[in-house]
């Protein structure tokens, strides 16, 4: 089983606009295709793992979200980098799609998609690393045994601030690319 990198997607990989929902909003962060490349020369898969409630919610469709997904990747091809795999959980308990309105164990902080990731590509998450720009990804990487960035992007500075998040990642950094870095510098102390 592999380590493997666990991305969130907004905030982190492409700039956050609060449910993207239209492919004109759509920006990768001027560093992501270097950030992808340089784990993806690593040999360490790349695997998105997003908490999509705006489908439950009925601000888009599974289909849409399969569309921005085939866009980041069509974007960072050009780039010469790679994600290998995409995750997302469409529900939410609130949600007004009745199909996707009910809790679930995929929605992060719950460790569902990394366990569905880690199955179908053997992953070892407890070898493996989570990115997020929300104390709830850190707190999933604690979850799953995984170690926790929190990037400043996105969400991330605001939540650095937070007083009470009850968690502490095992790194804070500026962006996507700081994390990449201190990931391959502290590939070596996995277990
Ligand atoms: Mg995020
Ligand atoms: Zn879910």
Redesign the pocket.
């Known amino acids: 089983m592999r380590a493997a990198v666990f991305l ?5 990989v492409i700039e ?1 606009v609060s449910f993207l929902s239209s492919m004109h909003h759509l920006a990768l962060f001027p560093w992501t295709t270097d950030a992808i490349r340089a784990l993806n020369r690593a040999g360490l898969p790349v695997v998105v793992i ?1 908490n999509q409630s705006g489908i439950a919610r009925g601000f888009f469709t599974d289909a849409f979200v399969d569309e921005v997904h085939r866009e980041i990747a069509a974007r960072l091809s050009v780039g010469g980098a790679r994600i290998d795999a995409y995750y997302y959980c469409p529900h939410h308990p609130d949600g007004r799609v009745t199909e996707y309105a009910r809790s679930c164990d995929c929605r992060k902080p719950g460790r569902g998609l990394i366990d569905r990731a880690a199955r179908d590509l053997d992953l070892d998450p407890a070898r493996s690393f989570v990115v ?3 104390w709830s ?1 850190i707190e999933l990487a604690r979850a799953a045994g995984a170690r926790g960035v929190l990037v400043r992007t ?2 991330g500075a605001a939540e650095q601030s937070r007083q009470d998040a009850g968690v502490a990642a095992d790194a804070v950094v500026d962006n996507l690319a700081a994390a990449a870095s201190w990931i391959l510098t502290n590939l070596k102390s996995a277990v």
């Open positions: 969130d997607r907004d905030g982190v956050e997003t997020g720009d929300k990804d996105g969400h």
